[in-house]
């Protein structure tokens, strides 16, 4: 199992940036695939980008080119670099394995990202 704890969301004006961190603990972390998700008020959560274990990344239509999933796993981190952010990036942020709970992890408290002006 992995347990994760999500930081780095904050309120930002549209163009600014923020860089999300995902701590995890667990055994398997340096074996699986890591994904930051997103829920946006009235939305369904969404995958927005992906890692594996080796570090090829997928991304989301919505934010390719704008954010970079990246990860340190002799850190048991993954991050989340997000630049030119838009006011369609508010949602609270969350971290999890890909496929979602895998080998029992299951979501955490996320972290709030609010574009505003």
């Known amino acids: 199992q992995v347990q994760l704890v999500e930081s780095g969301g904050g309120l930002v004006q549209p163009g600014g940036s923020l860089r999300l961190s995902c701590a995890a603990s667990?055994?398997?972390?340096?074996?699986?695939?890591m994904g930051w998700y997103r829920q946006a008020p009235g939305k369904q959560r969404e995958l927005v980008a992906r890692?594996?274990?080796?570090?090829?990344?997928v991304y989301a239509d919505s934010v390719k080119g704008r954010f970079t999933i990246s990860r340190d796993n002799a850190k048991n981190t993954v991050y989340l670099q997000m630049n030119s952010l838009k006011a369609e990036d508010t949602a609270v942020y969350y971290c999890n394995t890909f496929p979602i709970n895998w080998g029992g992890t299951s979501w955490g408290q996320g972290t709030q990202v609010t574009v505003s002006s």
């Open positions: 890692i594996t274990s080796g570090g090829s990344t």
């Open positions: 667990g055994a398997i972390f340096n074996r699986v695939s």
